[in-house]
């Protein structure tokens, strides 16, 4: 039983990924995309990284290896699937979710902690918080600006599949908090099943106590299946 962490190309958080996991005594193991998803894979992350360059779009080449139908079989099988930053670009690319990630508003790659709402509290990911707390995780993107139309943001709204939003301190929901010009602030959305998530901030840079704050650690455990 194993969270399969899928390394392409210019992946660089996988080890992080890994790391967390285990750390949360969650099994995981790296799995280069080219050799398939384990037969024991019990849930899968997309780590965060450059893949391929970010060459077309980000996440856009990686979407189409061969790997990514078997992580769709896998969320269609009700197994937890988590797209972090270039993960959450590919999950996008691959119709795991809707909208899309793009330039940063500012046009920069920035690297910095942010604040977060929890939207939803019924999921894997967020089973440990209360609706409308407020997390710091950090952020480390140029390209996460989260894009959608308003009909099919309204879909999402209409369907609880909203997850996370920038916020500030208090849990206020502000252009200002908005660090990268998110549609409506959303940092983080649902598939078609609560058990598929893509979230540009980094839950596994906030999980061992010794390089920072934890409160990522309690949205990796959902992966304790």
Not at 31 to 54: K, N
Not at 144 to 161: A, M, S
């Amino acid at each position: 039983m194993t969270v399969a962490v899928v390394q392409f190309g210019g992946s660089n958080c996988d080890r992080d990924a890994v790391r967390a996991l285990r750390y949360l005594d969650i099994d995981a193991e790296r799995v280069w995309h080219e050799d398939g998803l384990p037969a024991d894979t019990t849930g899968v992350v997309i780590p965060g990284g450059f893949s391929y360059g970010d060459y077309l779009r980000a996440g856009a080449m990686a979407a189409r290896s061969p790997i990514m139908q078997e992580v769709r079989d896998a969320a269609a099988d009700g197994k937890p699937v988590l797209g972090v930053c270039n993960g959450a670009q590919i999950g996008c690319e691959s119709g795991l979710t809707e909208g899309a990630f793009t330039t940063n508003k500012s046009a920069r790659f920035q690297c910095e902690h942010v604040h977060l709402r929890v939207e939803r509290a019924d999921t894997p990911w967020t089973e440990n918080f209360e609706e409308g707390d407020v997390i710091e995780i950090p952020i480390a993107h140029g390209e996460g600006r989260f894009e959608i139309t308003e009909e099919r943001y309204d879909d999402l709204v209409d369907n609880d599949r909203v997850l996370f939003r920038y916020c500030d301190a208090d849990g206020n929901v502000t252009d200002e908090a908005n660090p990268n010009g998110s549609t409506h602030n959303v940092a983080g959305i649902l598939g078609e099943r609560d058990s598929v998530a893509v979230l540009m901030p980094h839950p596994e840079r906030a999980t061992l106590p010794d390089v920072g704050g934890i409160d990522g650690e309690s949205i990796l455990t959902g992966f304790r299946v």
